[in-house]
C-alpha cells in the first residue's frame, strides 16, 4: 500500500484534522506500542500499520 493510499483511507474514516492529531498521538499496540507517526518513520509498512489502526478502531471489514 502506498502512503497516498494509506492518508487517503485514514482522511475517509476519520476526517483529515482528527486523521492527523490522531496519527500523531494515538499509540497502536499492533506496531509495537508506536504511534502512526513513529511506525511509518521507523520502517513499518503502511499496509500494517493500516491493519493496525482498523484492529484498534474496529473498522469494518470493508475498510480494509
Given at each position: 500500500m502506498r502512503l497516498?493510499?494509506?492518508w487517503n483511507k485514514m482522511h475517509e474514516q476519520f476526517?483529515?484534522?482528527?486523521?492527523h492529531s490522531l496519527a500523531q498521538d494515538y499509540v497502536?499496540?499492533?506496531v509495537g506500542s508506536r504511534t502512526?507517526?513513529?511506525?511509518?518513520a521507523d520502517g513499518v509498512s503502511a499496509r500494517q500499520v493500516w491493519h493496525a489502526v482498523c484492529d484498534?478502531?474496529?473498522l469494518p471489514a470493508s475498510a480494509r
Open positions: 497516498t493510499v494509506f476526517g483529515e484534522a482528527y486523521a497502536l499496540e499492533g502512526v507517526q513513529q511506525a511509518l484498534a478502531f474496529d
